[in-house]
């Protein structure tokens, strides 16, 4: 038994670090990259409305549903479910994912910003904190 326990261990071990050193965005770098977005966008405790919609809980949250916040009839006809997937497709260059979107962010045409980016806003919940 003790063998298949320390195989079981090390492999559980091994795919932990596999999986953080993988990870696809670092939250630190992150939000270093979004105070290009501040000036339109909030996230964490407290979090408002400004120029442009807060973006707590936004993993899984359906497009144009942020209440108090007036959206393009472009971004509610859209279809879209944030996702790390559809949230970088979309800041890569917004215009050209949503034509007729209102927001004017020229994008982060840079993966690794996008990436950096999702992983910051990813870990704030709905309330506003940290999962």
């Known amino acids: 038994m003790k063998p298949i326990s320390l195989t079981l261990a090390a492999s559980v071990a091994f795919a932990a670090l ?38 707590n809980g936004l993993d899984g949250r359906k497009a144009a549903s942020v209440e108090g ?12 479910a944030w996702g790390e997937a559809s949230f970088k497709e979309f ?23 996008a990436d950096d980016v999702w992983a910051y806003l990813a870990q704030f919940g709905a309330d506003g904190k940290k999962k």
């Open 18 to 55: 596999a999986g953080s050193a993988f990870a696809a965005g670092d939250p630190a770098a992150g939000e270093k990259v979004f105070a290009k977005c501040k000036a339109c966008h909030q996230a964490g405790e407290g979090a408002k409305n400004m120029v442009g919609p807060e973006l």
């Open 69 to 80: 916040y007036n959206y393009s009839d472009a971004l509610k006809s859209a279809g879209i």
């Open 91 to 113: 800041v890569k260059n917004p215009k050209v994912k949503v034509a007729g979107t209102k927001m004017v962010f020229q994008g982060l045409p840079a993966d690794k910003d």
